[in-house]
C-alpha cells in the first residue's frame, strides 16, 4: 500500500498538517477551527482515494500539543480513509 | 367450405394425361390436404363403382363424394360434354345405369342423345352440369333445351363455365352456374384448389344441395337456424316503433337509398350491445381524424420503464435534492482533549476510554457476505432436493453426491457467517463500549473526551451516495428505449405496409430535436436543465462547491414536477412507409383505420358505410376477405353500405333493406339465398333481392357479374 508523507508545519504560530500528495500538498489546519478548509481538505482526499489505496504517515512525531494532536488525527483519518476506499470500491467509484 | 364438381380419376380416354389417373389412396390424401369438402368423381363415360366405394370408405366423414360421370352427347348438328351426377345413396345404381348405357362401347367411341340420358338416369333425381360457351366442347342452346325440357328437377340442370368471373356472368344473366377443376394433372390440384368455389351455406349430403338449389325455404332455413343468432328488438327512430331482427354470428348487411335511416339502426344496434355490457361502436370512415385515432399527440400514451429494466429513480432524485453537507468533528476537539490535563484518578484508571475506535465496514462486510452466500446455497439445496428435473437428470447416487457436498458447503458457509456475524458486532459493541465510557468520563469529570471520528467517513460517504445518486439517474437518462412500430394496414396496389412509430427518447441534456414532445407535464425546458443539474452535480460531487449545484438544481422551475426519471421522457409519433416518415392521404387514411377496427379483436363489429373513400379493388381484394374472415370467426358484423362489393359479394346471412316511398319508410329483411326480402310489416310483400341489390347498390351489376365462388343463381 503507498504511504503517504505528512508533516506538521507552523506558519505565523497558524499550525497545519501537511499531507504530500503528487499534483499538491493537502492542508488541514490544526490551530484553527476551519471547518471549510478541513473538507476542501477531505475533498482531495476522497479524490486521491479513488485512485488507489494509501496510508499517510507523520514523519516526525514529536512531544509538543500539536504533534500529539496530529498523530491521531492521522491514525483515525488512515482508519476512516480504509474504509471509504471499500465502500467506493463496491459502488465500483474506484479507478483501479 | 369448397365443392369440386368435376374431376376424373382415370385415364378413359386415349386423349386423357395419364396425370389424370391416382389411386384411392393418393386421392383421399390430396383432396384432405385442400379445403375441399364436396367432390363429384366424373370420369369420360365410365363408372368405377369399386374405386368409388374405396374412396368413400377411406375418405369417412371428412369430405362428401359424390359418384358421377361425364357422358359424350350429341344430336344431329352438335356435341358436347354433360356431366351427370347423383347422390351416392345411389351409387350401385347409378353403377348399373352408366354400364347398361355404354355396354357395347369403349370411352372413346361412346356417344349418347340427350332423351337416352334422361330415360337413364332422370328417375335418380340427379344434377346434370353441361359445359358451356367457353368451356369445351360445350352443349349447344338447343342440347340444354332439350335437357332443361326433359329433366325433372329444371332447377338442378347447370351449366360448367370455365371459372369464376364466367360463372359471375352468367349467373347476372339469371343462368345457373358453376365450375369445377377438370382436374388433368393432380400433381397441381392442391395448390389451385384455392380458387374452386365456396359453398357460404354448409351442406349436409347431396339431397339437401339440390334443395339449396332449388331454394326451398325450408332447407335455407334449416341452414340459417344452425348458425347462432339472436332477436335484437331496437327502437331506431323516434317514432318509438321496435324494430326486431334477426342477428346471425355472421355478416348482417342494412343496404338501401340514402337517408333511409340506415345509421340510425347501426346506433340502435350498438346502443343494444354496450347496454349489455358488450363493447359495440359504430365504426364511421373519419379520415380527418387518423392523427386523434391514432393518438399522435400522446394524449393517452403511457410506458412502463421496469420491463424495459429502466430505474425510475424515484429514490435517487429525493435523495439528491434532500442532499445537505455533512459537518466534520472541529479540530478543536482534539486539542482540547491533549491540552486538558486529566487530574482524575479514578478516570485514568478507566482505561478502555484510550483503546481507539475500530472501522465495522470489512467486519460487517464479510458477514454479509457470508450470509448472502449461505442462503443461496441453502436456496440451491432445496431446489435440488425437490425439483422433478434434477431426480429424473441424475442417477442416485449422484444426486446424493451432490447433496452431500452442498450440504458440507452450507455448513462451512453457515459457520463462517457466525463467526463473521460475532466479529462485527464484537466491533461493534466495543466501539459502543469506548463512546459510552469517553462520554461518561467527560461528563463526570469536565475533561474533554478523545473524539472518536474525524468525520471524514461520514463526510465521504455522503457524497459518494451523492454520486451513487446522480450516477444512476444519468444512467437511466442515457439508455436508449428501443422504438415501437405497429403494423397500421396494407396501403394497396403495391404500396406496401403503413407503419405507425413511437419513439421515446430520455432528455439527458443532449435532445435538441423539436419535434420530441414531453410525455408527462413536465415542460421541456425544465427537463433539460434538470439532468443539466445532474450532470453538474455529477462533475463537483467531490468539490468544495457541490452545494451550490444541489441548490441550483432545487432552484428549477417545476423540479418538484421531476419525481422520477419517467418525467424526463420525450416522445413522437408518425406513420412510416418504407421506414421513412409519411403522410397517408385521406383515402389512405380510410384505407388503414378500416383495417385497424377489423384487425381489432371483438365479438361484434358496426361498420358505417366502411367503403366511404376507398376504390373497389381495395374494398374487394382487402376489406371483403378482412370482414369475411372476421364472420367465419362467428363474429357478429352489421355493415350499412351502398357498395354492392361488399353488399353482394359478403354474401350475408342477414340483409336489411331499408326503403322511402309514398306510404312512407319500409323495412325488409330477408337473405341472397331464399332471394327475398320480406316486408316486416306485411308479410306477403316479397321484392327479390338481387334486383333491388341490383338496383340500390353501386356497382351492383359489376358486383353480380364478377361475383363467383357461389352455387346457383342467386
Same mark, same amino acid.
Given at each position: 500500500?503507498?504511504?503517504?508523507?505528512?508533516?506538521?508545519?507552523?506558519?505565523?504560530?497558524?499550525?497545519?498538517?501537511?499531507?504530500?500528495?503528487?499534483?499538491?500538498?493537502?492542508?488541514?489546519?490544526?490551530?484553527?477551527?476551519?471547518?471549510?478548509?478541513?473538507?476542501?481538505?477531505?475533498?482531495?482526499?476522497?479524490?486521491?482515494?479513488?485512485?488507489?489505496?494509501?496510508?499517510?504517515?507523520?514523519?516526525?512525531?514529536?512531544?509538543?500539543?500539536?504533534?500529539?494532536?496530529?498523530?491521531?488525527?492521522?491514525?483515525?483519518?488512515?482508519?476512516?480513509?480504509?474504509?471509504?476506499?471499500?465502500?467506493?470500491?463496491?459502488?465500483?467509484?474506484?479507478?483501479? | %367450405?369448397?365443392?369440386?364438381?368435376?374431376?376424373?380419376?382415370?385415364?378413359?380416354?386415349?386423349? #386423357?394425361?395419364?396425370?389424370?389417373?391416382?389411386?384411392?389412396?393418393?386421392?383421399?390424401?390430396?383432396?384432405?390436404?385442400?379445403?375441399?369438402?364436396?367432390?363429384?368423381?366424373?370420369?369420360?363415360?365410365?363408372?368405377?363403382?369399386?374405386?368409388? @366405394?374405396?374412396?368413400?370408405?377411406?375418405?369417412?366423414?371428412? +369430405?362428401?363424394?359424390?359418384?358421377?360421370?361425364?357422358?359424350?352427347?350429341?344430336?344431329?348438328?352438335?356435341?358436347?360434354?354433360?356431366?351427370?351426377?347423383?347422390?351416392?345413396?345411389? +351409387?350401385?345404381?347409378?353403377? /348399373?345405369?352408366?354400364?347398361?348405357?355404354?355396354?357395347?362401347?369403349?370411352?372413346?367411341?361412346?356417344?349418347?342423345?340427350?332423351?337416352?340420358?334422361?330415360?337413364?338416369? =332422370?328417375?335418380?333425381?340427379?344434377?346434370?352440369?353441361?359445359?358451356?360457351?367457353?368451356?369445351?366442347?360445350?352443349?349447344?342452346?338447343?342440347?340444354?333445351?332439350?335437357?332443361?325440357?326433359? +329433366?325433372?328437377?329444371?332447377?338442378?340442370?347447370?351449366?360448367?363455365?370455365?371459372?369464376?368471373?364466367?360463372?359471375?356472368?352468367?349467373?347476372?344473366?339469371?343462368?345457373?352456374?358453376?365450375?369445377?377443376?377438370?382436374?388433368?394433372?393432380?400433381?397441381?390440384?392442391?395448390?389451385?384448389?384455392?380458387?374452386?368455389?365456396?359453398?357460404?351455406?354448409?351442406?349436409?349430403?347431396?339431397?339437401?344441395?339440390?334443395?339449396?338449389?332449388?331454394?326451398?325455404?325450408?332447407?335455407?332455413?334449416?341452414?340459417?337456424?344452425?348458425?347462432?343468432?339472436? =332477436?335484437?328488438?331496437? &327502437?331506431?327512430?323516434?317514432?318509438?316503433?321496435?324494430?326486431?331482427?334477426?342477428?346471425?354470428?355472421?355478416?348482417? /348487411?342494412?343496404?338501401?337509398?340514402?337517408?333511409?335511416?340506415?345509421?340510425?339502426?347501426?346506433?340502435?344496434?350498438?346502443?343494444?350491445?354496450?347496454?349489455?355490457?358488450?363493447?359495440?361502436?359504430?365504426?364511421?370512415?373519419?379520415?380527418?381524424?387518423?392523427?386523434?385515432?391514432?393518438?399522435?399527440?400522446?394524449?393517452?400514451?403511457?410506458?412502463?420503464?421496469?420491463?424495459?429494466?429502466?430505474?425510475?429513480?424515484?429514490?435517487?432524485?429525493?435523495?439528491?435534492?434532500?442532499?445537505?453537507?455533512?459537518?466534520?468533528?472541529?479540530?478543536?476537539?482534539?486539542?482540547?482533549?491533549?491540552?486538558?490535563?486529566?487530574?482524575?484518578?479514578?478516570?485514568?484508571?478507566?482505561?478502555?476510554?484510550?483503546?481507539?475506535?475500530?472501522?465495522?465496514?470489512?467486519?460487517?462486510?464479510?458477514?454479509?457476505?457470508?450470509?448472502?452466500?449461505?442462503?443461496?446455497?441453502?436456496?440451491?439445496?432445496?431446489?435440488?432436493?425437490?425439483?422433478?428435473?434434477?431426480?429424473?437428470?441424475?442417477?442416485?447416487?449422484?444426486?446424493?453426491?451432490?447433496?452431500?457436498?452442498?450440504? &458440507?458447503?452450507?455448513?462451512?458457509?453457515?459457520?463462517?457467517?457466525?463467526?463473521?456475524?460475532?466479529?462485527?458486532?464484537?466491533?461493534?459493541?466495543?466501539?459502543?463500549?469506548?463512546?459510552?465510557?469517553?462520554?461518561?468520563?467527560?461528563?463526570?469529570?469536565?475533561?474533554?473526551?478523545?473524539?472518536?471520528?474525524?468525520?471524514?467517513?461520514?463526510?465521504? %460517504?455522503?457524497?459518494?451516495?451523492?454520486?451513487?445518486?446522480?450516477?444512476?439517474?444519468?444512467?437511466?437518462?442515457?439508455?436508449?428505449?428501443?422504438?415501437?412500430?405497429?403494423?397500421?394496414?396494407?396501403?394497396?396496389?403495391?404500396?406496401?405496409?403503413?407503419?405507425?412509430?413511437?419513439?421515446?427518447?430520455?432528455?439527458?441534456?443532449?435532445?435538441? =430535436?423539436?419535434? %420530441?414532445?414531453?410525455?408527462?407535464?413536465?415542460?421541456?425546458?425544465?427537463?433539460?436543465?434538470?439532468?443539466?443539474?445532474?450532470?453538474?452535480?455529477?462533475?463537483? /460531487?467531490?468539490?468544495?462547491?457541490?452545494?451550490?449545484?444541489?441548490?441550483?438544481?432545487?432552484?428549477? @422551475? =417545476?423540479? @418538484?414536477?421531476?419525481?422520477?426519471?419517467?418525467?424526463?421522457?420525450?416522445?413522437?409519433?408518425?406513420?412510416?412507409?418504407?421506414?421513412?416518415?409519411?403522410?397517408?392521404?385521406?383515402?389512405?387514411?380510410?384505407?388503414?383505420?378500416?383495417?385497424?377496427?377489423?384487425?381489432?379483436?371483438?365479438?361484434?363489429?358496426?361498420?358505417?358505410?366502411? @367503403?366511404?373513400?376507398?376504390?373497389?379493388?381495395?374494398?374487394?381484394?382487402?376489406?371483403?376477405?378482412?370482414?369475411?374472415?372476421?364472420?367465419?370467426?362467428?363474429?357478429?358484423?352489421?355493415?350499412?353500405?351502398?357498395?354492392?362489393?361488399?353488399?353482394?359479394?359478403?354474401?350475408?346471412?342477414?340483409?336489411?333493406?331499408?326503403?322511402?316511398?309514398?306510404?312512407?319508410?319500409?323495412?325488409?329483411?330477408?337473405?341472397?339465398?331464399?332471394?327475398?326480402?320480406?316486408?316486416?310489416?306485411?308479410?306477403?310483400?316479397?321484392? #327479390?333481392?338481387?334486383?333491388?341489390? %341490383?338496383?340500390?347498390?353501386?356497382?351492383?351489376?359489376?358486383?353480380?357479374?364478377?361475383?363467383?365462388?357461389?352455387?346457383?343463381?342467386?
Amino acid at each position: 500500500m503507498e504511504v503517504l508523507n505528512a508533516t506538521v508545519d507552523s506558519i505565523d504560530e497558524k499550525y497545519f498538517i501537511k499531507i504530500k500528495v503528487e499534483g499538491g500538498d493537502i492542508i488541514i489546519p490544526l490551530s484553527d477551527d476551519n471547518a471549510n478548509e478541513v473538507k476542501s481538505a477531505f475533498n482531495k482526499l476522497i479524490v486521491r482515494i479513488r485512485t488507489g489505496e494509501f496510508t499517510i504517515k507523520l514523519e516526525k512525531v514529536g512531544e509538543d500539543l500539536f504533534s500529539m494532536v496530529a498523530n491521531e488525527y492521522l491514525a483515525q483519518l488512515n482508519r476512516e480513509i480504509h474504509e471509504v476506499r471499500s465502500q467506493m470500491k463496491e459502488y465500483g467509484l474506484v479507478k483501479s | %367450405m369448397k365443392i369440386d364438381i368435376h374431376t376424373h380419376t382415370k385415364r378413359c380416354k386415349s386423349g #386423357d394425361a395419364y396425370t389424370r389417373e391416382i389411386s384411392p389412396e393418393a386421392f383421399c390424401e390430396t383432396i384432405l390436404s385442400t379445403e375441399v369438402k364436396v367432390i363429384a368423381i366424373t370420369n369420360h363415360n365410365v363408372f368405377d363403382l369399386a374405386q368409388f @366405394e374405396t374412396i368413400q370408405s377411406r375418405i369417412g366423414r371428412d +369430405a362428401q363424394v359424390w359418384p358421377g360421370v361425364e357422358l359424350d352427347v350429341y344430336d344431329d348438328v352438335a356435341k358436347g360434354h354433360l356431366l351427370v351426377i347423383t347422390s351416392p345413396t345411389l +351409387a350401385a345404381k347409378f353403377s /348399373v345405369a352408366v354400364d347398361g348405357l355404354t355396354k357395347g362401347s369403349t370411352p372413346d367411341s361412346f356417344k349418347v342423345r340427350i332423351p337416352d340420358v334422361l330415360a337413364t338416369f =332422370d328417375a335418380m333425381e340427379p344434377l346434370y352440369v353441361a359445359h358451356y360457351k367457353q368451356k369445351r366442347p360445350s352443349l349447344s342452346d338447343d342440347l340444354l333445351s332439350v335437357l332443361e325440357a326433359g +329433366a325433372k328437377n329444371k332447377w338442378c340442370v347447370l351449366k360448367e363455365v370455365s371459372n369464376a368471373i364466367s360463372a359471375g356472368i352468367h349467373i347476372s344473366h339469371g343462368r345457373s352456374s358453376i365450375y369445377g377443376s377438370d382436374v388433368h394433372d393432380w400433381a397441381k390440384y392442391a395448390e389451385g384448389a384455392h380458387e374452386l368455389p365456396d359453398l357460404r351455406l354448409p351442406i349436409d349430403s347431396f339431397e339437401h344441395f339440390c334443395l339449396l338449389l332449388k331454394k326451398d325455404p325450408t332447407a335455407i332455413n334449416t341452414v340459417l337456424d344452425r348458425k347462432t343468432s339472436e =332477436d335484437l328488438a331496437l &327502437v331506431p327512430f323516434n317514432d318509438g316503433k321496435t324494430l326486431t331482427i334477426k342477428a346471425f354470428n355472421d355478416i348482417n /348487411v342494412i343496404f338501401g337509398p340514402k337517408g333511409t335511416g340506415k345509421s340510425c339502426i347501426l346506433r340502435a344496434i350498438a346502443k343494444h350491445y354496450s347496454k349489455n355490457g358488450i363493447d359495440a361502436t359504430v365504426f364511421e370512415s373519419a379520415s380527418d381524424r387518423i392523427d386523434d385515432i391514432f393518438d399522435v399527440k400522446g394524449k393517452d400514451l403511457s410506458i412502463n420503464l421496469n420491463p424495459l429494466g429502466i430505474n425510475y429513480c424515484t429514490d435517487e432524485i429525493q435523495s439528491l435534492r434532500d442532499a445537505g453537507e455533512v459537518d466534520v468533528t472541529s479540530i478543536s476537539k482534539f486539542t482540547a482533549y491533549f491540552a486538558a490535563a486529566n487530574t482524575n484518578r479514578n478516570a485514568k484508571k478507566i482505561l478502555l476510554k484510550e483503546i481507539d475506535i475500530q472501522e465495522e465496514g470489512d467486519a460487517k462486510r464479510e458477514f454479509l457476505e457470508y450470509n448472502e452466500a449461505a442462503s443461496t446455497t441453502e436456496e440451491f439445496l432445496d431446489f435440488v432436493k425437490l425439483d422433478p428435473s434434477v431426480k429424473k437428470e441424475l442417477a442416485v447416487d449422484e444426486l446424493k453426491d451432490l447433496n452431500r457436498i452442498l450440504s &458440507v458447503l452450507l455448513e462451512r458457509l453457515n459457520g463462517k457467517e457466525w463467526t463473521g456475524f460475532a466479529g462485527w458486532k464484537e466491533v461493534a459493541l466495543l466501539n459502543s463500549a469506548i463512546k459510552s465510557f469517553r462520554k461518561e468520563v467527560e461528563r463526570k469529570t469536565g475533561s474533554p473526551a478523545k473524539p472518536t471520528t474525524t468525520g471524514f467517513r461520514d463526510y465521504a %460517504m455522503n457524497r459518494i451516495e451523492i454520486a451513487v445518486n446522480a450516477s444512476k439517474i444519468i444512467k437511466s437518462a442515457n439508455t436508449k428505449i428501443p422504438y415501437q412500430e405497429e403494423n397500421v394496414g396494407d396501403l394497396g396496389s403495391g404500396k406496401g405496409q403503413l407503419k405507425f412509430v413511437t419513439e421515446f427518447i430520455f432528455q439527458n441534456g443532449n435532445v435538441t =430535436d423539436g419535434g %420530441m414532445l414531453s410525455l408527462t407535464s413536465v415542460k421541456k425546458t425544465a427537463q433539460k436543465k434538470f439532468i443539466n443539474c445532474i450532470r453538474e452535480v455529477l462533475a463537483h /460531487v467531490f468539490v468544495d462547491d457541490l452545494f451550490q449545484h444541489i441548490s441550483e438544481l432545487n432552484g428549477i @422551475e =417545476d423540479v @418538484e414536477a421531476i419525481k422520477t426519471a419517467h418525467e424526463l421522457l420525450l416522445f413522437k409519433r408518425y406513420f412510416t412507409l418504407d421506414g421513412m416518415p409519411y403522410s397517408p392521404s385521406s383515402g389512405e387514411s380510410s384505407m388503414v383505420m378500416l383495417q385497424k377496427e377489423l384487425g381489432t379483436d371483438k365479438d361484434v363489429y358496426i361498420l358505417d358505410e366502411p @367503403e366511404r373513400s376507398l376504390g373497389n379493388e381495395y374494398i374487394n381484394d382487402v376489406i371483403v376477405p378482412l370482414i369475411k374472415e372476421r364472420a367465419r370467426s362467428g363474429k357478429r358484423v352489421f355493415i350499412s353500405t351502398h357498395d354492392a362489393n361488399i353488399a353482394v359479394r359478403t354474401l350475408p346471412y342477414c340483409s336489411i333493406y331499408r326503403c322511402h316511398g309514398p306510404t312512407g319508410y319500409g323495412t325488409f329483411i330477408g337473405n341472397p339465398f331464399t332471394n327475398n326480402l320480406v316486408n316486416i310489416g306485411k308479410a306477403d310483400d316479397l321484392l #327479390d333481392w338481387k334486383a333491388i341489390s %341490383m338496383r340500390t347498390l353501386e356497382g351492383g351489376k359489376e358486383a353480380f357479374g364478377e361475383r363467383g365462388k357461389i352455387y346457383g343463381s342467386a
